[in-house]
């Protein structure tokens, strides 16, 4: 299993109160998620998000190994699917014979049933400085052209990087189907995004006190267009930020943005159901 460090700290928060109508975790990394190394750990995560009504995940690759971990889980659980790519960060860490025999790799996983997307690509230029650019505008281009060939849906990490995340989709001609991991953007943003007929991902940040411009964003999405997610274990939503994330949790940042936009939570979950299916299904 790959495996990495990660900031969060604490307990992990208590079950939130289920949903009654499910809903899928549309980004998540177990690998990086304390516990899913021992036996049955994933399992029992699993069914610790049944229990609070997240019936469906998709566990995302960041680079080779996790990618191959991704596919391997989602051929073991029918409750998860899996995405492949290199993370833009990933990239520029590449030289150039490594980084096309790892695009090579994605490429491959990518042919697989259970990969149902192509992600988490795109552009980062909160920690990747302009020396690395050129690296991750030349993946990101290449991520592009696999998810059509193999019609997958193409799953962006967009950081400081709105306007030429959607210039190179642009000049690429994107995919049907494009997810814009966390969404990060303003209102603004949302609008340029729906235009385009792109699918935009919520995280816990939209449940931040600091984060009315995101909140903007929410509201002014069409619903058909939106996701939820966990990127599990970060981005934990309140009132439990700062502590381990975990699909289960789900039910946290549902409930808000139902709240947010003044809609039904069942009649959103059931929407966002469907935009689940539509975008990496059937399960």
Not at 21 to 47: K, N, W
Not at 163 to 169: N, P, Q, S
Not at 257 to 265: I, K, N, S, T, V
Not at 266 to 282: K, M, N, Q, Y
Request: aromatic letters at 6%.
């Amino acid at each position: 299993m790959r495996t990495k460090k990660t900031d969060r700290s604490g307990e992990a928060p208590p079950a939130p109160e289920p949903l009654a109508a499910p809903v899928l975790d549309s980004h998540t990394h177990f690998d990086l998620q304390d516990g899913s190394d021992r036996p049955g750990g994933v399992g029992e995560a699993l069914a610790k998000a049944e229990a609070a009504g997240v019936d469906r995940v998709v566990q995302v690759g960041i680079d080779v190994p996790s990618s191959r971990w991704a596919a391997d889980l989602a051929t073991e659980h029918p409750e998860v699917v899996a995405t492949a790519a290199l993370h833009p960060n990933e990239a520029p860490r590449l030289a150039e014979p490594d980084l096309d025999s790892a695009l090579a790799e994605i490429d491959a996983l990518a042919a697989q049933d259970r990969v149902r997307g192509v992600g988490e690509t795109g552009l980062d230029y909160f920690r990747t400085g302009d020396d690395g650019r050129k690296a991750q505008h030349a993946s990101f281009r290449a991520h592009i052209e696999i998810a059509k060939r193999h019609g997958k849906a193409l799953v962006i990490h967009d950081r400081d990087a709105h306007a030429d995340v959607l210039r190179i989709l642009d000049e690429e001609r994107a995919p049907d189907t494009v997810v814009l991991h966390c969404f990060s953007g303003d209102a603004e943003f949302a609008k340029e995004c729906a235009d385009r007929g792109y699918v935009m991902s919520f995280a816990g940040t939209v449940t931040f006190s600091n984060a009315r411009g995101l909140q903007e964003a929410a509201e002014a999405a069409p619903r058909e267009l939106i996701l939820v997610e966990t990127d599990a274990p970060f981005l934990t939503p309140m009132p439990y930020r700062g502590r381990p994330n975990a699909p289960y949790l789900i039910p946290l940042t549902v409930r808000f943005l139902a709240e947010l936009r003044g809609e039904d939570l069942d009649e959103l979950c059931g929407v966002i159901s469907a935009t689940g299916d539509r975008v990496f299904g059937p399960w």
